[in-house]
C-alpha cells in the first residue's frame, strides 16, 4: 500500500486576477507533487515561476483556483495540522520583542506547554546560535539573524514537516554550512524537508530529489543523481597518450580527458591500453544543478515530471 | 482559546503607543478634577468626562480597520497563519484584543470619573454603567470596522464602519422612531453616555449592551467567514 505523502498537490492551480476578474494571471497549473516522507525535496524555479504561491497554497494562505492538494494527510488550510509543520516565509516578519520572546510566542501559538517551551526555546536559539542574542530586540537584528530567529520559530515546536522558502537568503557562509547541517540531521530524524531555494549549490549538497518549476509548471522532477547524471555518457581520464587519439578529447597538465556514450565505454578503454595509455578515472559524466536549471527553464515545452 | 489570548495581548502589546495616548485624555480629567472645585463645576466635569469618553468609539475604529491590514502588509500574519492557529481564532483574538485596548481606556476612566464626578455627587455605580455601555459600544464598532477590514483598505473600512454605524441612528433621528437606533446600538449606546446629567441621572437600559454583544457575535462570526475565503499572501498594497 502507498504510503500517505507528507505533502502532495494535486492538479492544483491558481490564478490571480486583477478587478473584476481582469488582467488574469496563472500563477500555478495543474501542478502535481507528493513529497514523500522522510525527504529533502529541492524545489526550483526563475523568478516567479510559482514556487512561492505553491507554499502559500500549501499553508492555507490562499485557496487554490481548482485542484486540492494535503499536508500530513489534511486537506490544505487545515489549522489543526500545522502544529506539527515548521514554516519559514521567504520575507521572515517578526513582532519588534526580543527573540526568546518571539520564539516562545510562536511556540505557545502552536500549544506547547510552557514547561517544554522554555527548554526548547533555548535548544532551538542555540541550534541557529542566536543563544548570546536571545535577549535582544530583533528590531535590532541584521537580516541573516531575522532569518535565523524565523528558523528558529519555525523549528521551536519539533515539526514533522519543514517547509522552508529561501531559509539561506540572508546568509553568510558560516550560518550557511549550519543549517545545511540542520537540515542533515533533520532528515537522518526522520523529518520532511520542503526546500525552496535559488542556491543550486545548496540544492545539490542536501536534497534526495528535485522539482524545477517554471511559469506555474513542474517542467523537471527526479532524484539529485538522476538528474546530475548527464544521460548515457561516460568521462575518461587517461595519461600517457596524445589527444588526438579521441575526438573531442581535451589535454590537461599532461592527462587528456574526453567522454564517451556509456556503450562504447570499454571499446575506449581498451583503446587507450592498446596505446599504452594509463587510465586515471572512469566516472559518469555530470551536470551541474545550475546547467539543467538553466536548460529546463530554457525549454518549457518540456511536460511534467519528464526526469 | 491560548491562541485567542495570545494574539489578543500580542494586539494591545503592537497598540501600546495609541492607547497611551488614549490615556493622556484621562490624564486630563484627572488634573481638571484636581485643580477645580468639583462641587461648584460639576457641570463642566461632566461634559469634559463624556468628551473624553466618546473618543474611544473612534479609536476603535481606527484599531478595527488598521488590524489585519497592518499584519498583512507587514506579513507577519504569516507567521502567526503557519502555526495552529485558524483564521477564526485569529480574528477572535483581534476582536477581544480590541476590546482589552479600549477597556483599559474605560477602565482608567471609570476610575478618574469616579473619583472627580463622585466628589461631585454624581453616582459611582453609573459611572461604572457608561463604562460598560462604552465597552460594549467598542467592541461592536471594532468588530464591524474589522469585518469590513477584512476585505476593504482601512480607510474605506473605516468609511463604511461609519456609514453602518451612522445610517440607522441617521434615520432614527428623522423619522423619530427609536427602533431604529437599536439596529446598529453603537450611537444607542453613546447617546446613554452623552445624555448622562446631574439634574435628571437616565436609568440603566441594558437592553442595548446586551443587544450590542449579541451583534458583536454575529459581525465576528460574518469575518470570520469572509476572512475564510481571503488571499492573506496577496500583497495589500
Not at chain 1, 7 to 16: G, M, N, P, R, T
Not at chain 1, 43 to 60: R, S
Not at chain 2, 160 to 181: D, E, K
Request: with cysteine.
Amino acid at each position: 500500500m502507498r504510503m500517505d505523502a507528507a505533502l502532495e498537490f494535486v492538479d492544483a492551480s491558481k490564478q490571480y486576477s486583477g478587478l473584476f476578474g481582469r488582467r488574469r494571471f496563472h500563477a500555478l497549473e495543474g501542478f502535481n507533487l507528493r513529497v514523500e516522507t522522510g525527504e529533502i525535496l529541492g524545489f526550483l524555479g526563475p523568478n516567479g515561476a510559482g514556487k512561492t504561491t505553491a507554499i502559500h497554497l500549501a499553508m492555507g494562505f490562499m485557496r487554490p483556483t481548482s485542484g486540492r492538494g494535503q499536508l500530513l494527510g489534511k486537506p490544505f488550510g487545515d489549522a489543526g495540522t500545522r502544529d506539527r509543520v515548521g514554516f519559514l516565509p521567504e520575507n521572515v516578519a517578526l513582532y519588534p520583542r526580543r527573540a526568546e520572546q518571539l520564539v516562545r510566542f510562536y511556540g505557545a501559538l502552536n500549544g506547547m506547554k510552557a514547561a517544554t517551551l522554555g527548554r526548547r526555546t533555548a535548544q532551538v536559539l542555540e541550534m541557529v546560535n542566536l543563544q548570546d542574542d536571545a535577549k535582544r530586540n530583533v528590531s535590532k537584528f541584521s537580516r541573516g539573524m531575522l532569518q535565523r530567529v524565523g528558523l528558529a520559530q519555525a523549528l521551536v515546536n519539533d515539526p514533522e514537516l519543514l517547509i522552508l522558502d529561501e531559509p539561506t537568503s540572508a546568509l553568510d557562509p558560516l550560518a550557511r554550512v549550519a543549517v545545511r547541517d540542520l537540515l542533515l540531521k533533520a532528515r537522518a530524524a526522520g523529518k520532511t524537508i520542503f526546500l525552496s531555494s535559488h542556491l543550486l549549490s545548496e540544492v545539490e549538497l542536501v536534497c534526495d530529489r528535485v522539482a524545477v518549476l517554471h511559469r506555474g509548471r513542474l517542467v523537471r522532477l527526479g532524484t539529485t543523481s538522476e538528474l546530475l547524471q548527464a544521460g548515457q555518457r561516460i568521462q575518461i581520464v587517461a595519461r600517457g597518450i596524445a589527444a588526438a587519439n579521441f575526438t573531442d578529447a581535451v589535454a590537461r597538465n599532461g592527462d587528456i580527458s574526453f567522454s564517451v556514450p556509456a556503450g562504447q565505454q570499454r571499446m575506449a578503454l581498451e583503446r587507450v591500453w592498446q596505446l599504452n595509455g594509463e587510465v586515471i578515472s572512469v566516472n559518469p559524466e555530470r551536470h551541474s544543478l545550475e546547467e539543467i536549471f538553466l536548460q529546463v527553464t530554457a525549454d518549457t515545452s518540456k511536460p511534467a515530471g519528464a526526469a | 482559546m491560548k491562541p485567542v489570548l495570545l494574539i489578543a495581548i500580542n494586539f494591545v502589546r503592537e497598540q501600546r503607543w495609541p492607547i497611551l495616548v488614549l490615556l493622556l485624555w484621562v490624564l486630563l480629567l484627572a488634573f481638571l478634577g484636581l485643580a477645580t472645585d468639583a462641587a461648584r463645576q460639576s457641570e463642566d466635569l461632566l461634559f469634559v468626562f463624556k468628551q473624553v469618553a466618546v473618543y474611544v468609539l473612534a479609536f476603535s475604529v481606527f484599531f478595527g480597520s488598521s488590524a489585519i491590514f497592518n499584519d498583512r502588509r507587514s506579513r507577519r500574519i504569516l507567521s502567526v497563519l503557519s502555526k495552529s492557529v485558524s483564521r477564526q481564532q485569529y480574528l477572535s483574538g483581534l476582536v477581544l484584543g480590541i476590546t482589552i485596548a479600549c477597556g483599559i481606556y474605560c477602565f482608567a476612566l471609570g476610575i478618574t470619573g469616579s473619583w472627580t464626578l463622585g466628589e461631585a455627587g454624581f453616582p459611582i455605580a453609573q459611572v461604572w454603567f457608561l463604562m460598560l455601555c462604552l465597552i460594549a459600544a467598542c467592541a461592536l464598532a471594532g468588530t464591524v470596522a474589522l469585518m469590513f477590514s477584512t476585505f476593504l483598505n482601512p480607510f474605506f473600512a473605516a468609511g463604511a464602519t461609519a456609514a453602518v454605524m451612522g445610517l440607522p441612528a441617521m434615520v432614527s433621528y428623522v423619522t423619530g422612531s427609536l427602533q431604529w437606533g437599536y439596529v446598529i446600538p453603537v450611537y444607542a449606546l453613546a447617546a446613554t453616555v452623552l445624555k448622562a446629567s446631574f439634574g435628571a441621572p437616565s436609568g440603566l437600559p441594558w437592553f442595548p449592551i446586551v443587544w450590542a454583544v449579541a451583534e458583536t457575535l454575529a459581525f465576528w462570526l460574518l469575518s470570520a467567514r469572509i476572512f475564510s475565503y481571503v488571499d492573506i499572501a496577496v500583497s495589500v498594497e
